[in-house]
């Protein structure tokens, strides 16, 4: 049987042009039953190609919220969630993911491997474990880049999807996380490739405030009580030591301290066996 996976796009607009390849790179796959609906953030998509459905949000809800709003509308057993700035190299990618996750044992979620437009240059930051290592080499995953990720549809709905109060950061942790605390895997598949420019966050105005305050949500929204001071100092320390900007560093110690004072959405306390399944897979969660 084909698997049939919806494909959720979001955007703003403001990259058409990549927007497009993005698009087309999807509807050239094969091997796969495809739906995907371009998600605009705050932008009426109008003039999709012709099988593609849009979906407008008025007002920009942020990444989470967004990609949640187009997973309610996309259909599949799987989803697939790409970035508007990204797209599939070869049309096989999709089903090679998605056979991935039917091949590894247990394994629900699966991030690809990140490459450079020009199809040679490596995204290293984008590998998702503590020790970077050999790009190509695969394996279990405790964090996530979130630009090109597959995951099964009943997983995903299992625990709600993506954390919405975060807007933009660490909500790839998260879903992460609580991906492990189904009983399921987390697989990156060094072996499949998707292309995305080598931007960063830190590009946005707000980034270190944001950092801070879904540092201490992220922690409070999923570890088990006593895991959540130390988790949260182990980020404080770590920044304090990697900052090298007094005004990134104020804003993000505002953040942290935001991230107490504020609620940050739902609680779904992970198992004492997801802590230790996480520190097997190479990353106890308390870095």
């Known amino acids: 049987m084909i698997p049939t996976v919806g494909c959720v796009v979001l955007t703003m607009g403001t990259r058409p042009a990549e927007l497009e390849r993005s698009v087309q790179s999807l509807l050239a796959q094969t091997g796969v039953q495809i739906n995907v609906v371009v998600v605009g953030n705050g932008w009426n998509p109008v003039n999709v190609p012709v099988g593609v459905a849009s979906h407008y949000l008025e007002t920009n809800i942020g990444a989470t919220a967004g990609r949640n709003a187009g997973a309610a509308v996309a259909q599949g057993d799987y989803l697939f969630f790409l970035d508007d700035d990204a797209q599939l190299p070869t049309p096989t990618t999709l089903s090679e993911l998605i056979a991935t996750i039917s091949a590894e044992k247990d394994a629900a979620l699966v991030q690809p491997r990140v ?33 090109g990720v597959a995951i099964r549809r009943n997983v995903f709905d299992s625990f709600g999807g993506w954390g919405a109060e975060y807007y933009y950061l660490h909500e790839g942790i998260e879903l992460c996380w609580r991906t492990w605390n189904t009983g399921h895997s987390v697989w990156y598949a060094g072996d499949i490739a998707v292309a995305h420019p080598p931007t960063t966050p830190e590009r946005f105005a707000e980034f270190a405030y944001i950092n801070g305050r879904n540092r201490v949500w992220l922690a409070k929204r999923n570890l088990p009580w006593v895991l959540v001071p130390i988790y949260s100092l182990t980020w404080l320390v770590i920044t304090v030591l990697r900052t090298r900007s007094l005004g990134a560093l104020k804003s993000w110690l505002s953040g942290f301290a935001a991230g107490w004072l504020n609620n940050g959405g739902p609680r779904q306390a992970m198992k004492w066996s997801t802590v230790w399944a996480l520190t097997k897979a190479g990353r106890p969660p308390i870095i």
């Open 115 to 147: 490459i450079n437009y020009d199809g040679v240059s490596e995204l290293k930051r984008r590998v998702p474990r503590l020790r970077t290592g050999d790009v190509n080499q695969s394996g279990p995953a405790t964090s996530l880049w979130e630009g």
